[in-house]
């Protein structure tokens, strides 16, 4: 601002410097001082003006740039900046993705036994033979460098292969069972929000007092039960007691979404209060931090209401935390979803892994955990990209 203001105000300052005397000349501003009856004085200050407006560099004065004017070019530098930290995270997930693919591949090989050996069983009228050739056919008797190099140009292709059971391709499965695990997981983040924020910014209201314990207990109830134990709990009180929901199956949302929300309410509270725990101790404690800030005495001692000094400025700031934990978390509400989606019989990709895992079926297993590590990848980058939402003050270079 001084910046701009300075040539302005010299303008101003060389021209308010001259008068105009009565013949119509302009002369400096000076003359005025120095009484009329004194030519000498007059004649020797218009020398020693006149040496020192020659002794002053000329100055080109430009017209300040308009308020705002600037504020495109700063958007489009924002843009720039965003898509280039975006690119950076992608790159960044490369190797990452190919360790969670390599690992898996190995661990895979490393369990007792193979696809083959689960098909046939203990049927003792196949012959080593036909097993052998099984193999031949499954490509299991090339080398693993050679098997893991196939499969990830395949994959590089988009292409995840077939199932060594059904034969059919792993990336339709995974269409078709995809949404509803992410069903299942932003149902259960739901009902985690639903719970934990009340009861994090109750407790830190009332620190010391019963809501704060009662959230305190909670917080680690939750985190200490295990999910499937949580799942039968509520499948007995609510499903075989109480009678008022289904103990489990699934209605596809397109069909009957009543009845498709019957079917997911208990699986999403049963993850959903396996988050709560971990979002209400982290809430409470950033609430603590924030309601401690001198911005909130100040709104406070300027009159706001109580209801908007936490909602509009405590709780905004609070909830930077919380979005990190989500993201650290998804990955959990996904493996949760395996057992979750096998006690409740729930056709998502946590049961479609585990049928893998159990009958050996190499390409589902690697396609699935591959798949959903690029979700929990997207997701985290989706987290990041929100601070900037919550906190305007967030910048990314």
């Not at 995974?174 to 009861?199: D, H, K, S």
């Not at 959903?272 to 924030?290: D, K, Y």
């Not at 989606?341 to 955990?369: C, H, K, M």
């Amino acid at each position: 601002m001084t910046q701009l203001a300075s040539p302005l105000l010299g303008v101003i300052l060389q021209q308010a410097a001259y008068f105009q005397d009565p013949s119509g000349a302009l002369k400096p501003l000076a003359f005025a001082l120095v009484p009329k009856t004194d030519p000498c004085a007059e004649a020797s200050l218009a020398v020693e003006m006149s040496s020192h407006i020659a002794a002053e560099p000329a100055q080109s004065h430009t017209p300040p740039t308009p308020l705002g004017g600037g504020r495109p070019q700063a958007i489009y530098s924002g843009y720039l900046a965003m898509a280039g930290y975006i690119l950076q995270r992608l790159l960044a997930a490369i190797p990452t993705l190919l360790g969670v693919a390599l690992i898996t591949f190995l661990l895979m090989r490393a369990v007792p036994g193979d696809v083959v050996t689960s098909l046939v069983g203990l049927e003792a009228n196949v012959s080593p033979e036909r097993m052998a050739e099984l193999r031949r056919l499954f490509g299991l008797d090339l080398p693993l460098h050679v098997q893991f190099g196939q499969w990830l140009g395949a994959v590089l292709q988009g292409d995840f292969g077939s199932s060594l059971r059904t034969g059919r391709e792993v990336a339709q499965d995974l269409a078709l069972r995809f949404p509803v695990t992410l069903q299942l997981t932003l149902m259960g983040l739901f009902t985690a929000l639903l719970i934990a924020v009340p009861l994090g910014v109750l407790a830190a209201l009332r620190r010391g007092g019963f809501v704060d314990y009662l959230a305190s207990f909670l917080a680690i109830l939750g985190l200490s039960v295990p999910g499937f134990f949580l799942a039968l709990l509520l499948i007995l009180l609510f499903a075989l007691g109480l009678g008022w929901l289904p103990p489990a199956g699934f209605v596809p949302l397109a069909e009957n979404p009543a009845q498709n929300l019957r079917h997911m309410v208990l699986p999403a509270l049963s993850l959903g209060l396996i988050l709560a725990g971990a979002v209400t101790r982290i809430l409470r404690s950033s609430m603590l931090e924030v309601l401690s800030r001198d911005y909130i005495r100040t709104a406070r001692a300027k009159g706001l209401s109580e209801r908007v000094v936490i909602f509009r400025h405590a709780l905004r700031n609070a909830l930077i935390p919380v979005v990190t934990v989500i993201g650290i978390q998804f990955g959990s509400l996904l493996g949760g979803a395996v057992i979750i989606e096998q006690v409740f019989s729930l056709p998502g990709v946590g049961r479609f892994a585990l049928e893998g895992i159990n009958l050996r079926d190499y390409p589902v297993v690697q396609g699935t955990v591959l798949f959903v590590a690029a979700a929990a990848v997207l997701v985290n980058l989706l987290v990041d990209l929100l601070y900037s939402l919550i906190d305007p003050r967030i910048r990314y270079e």
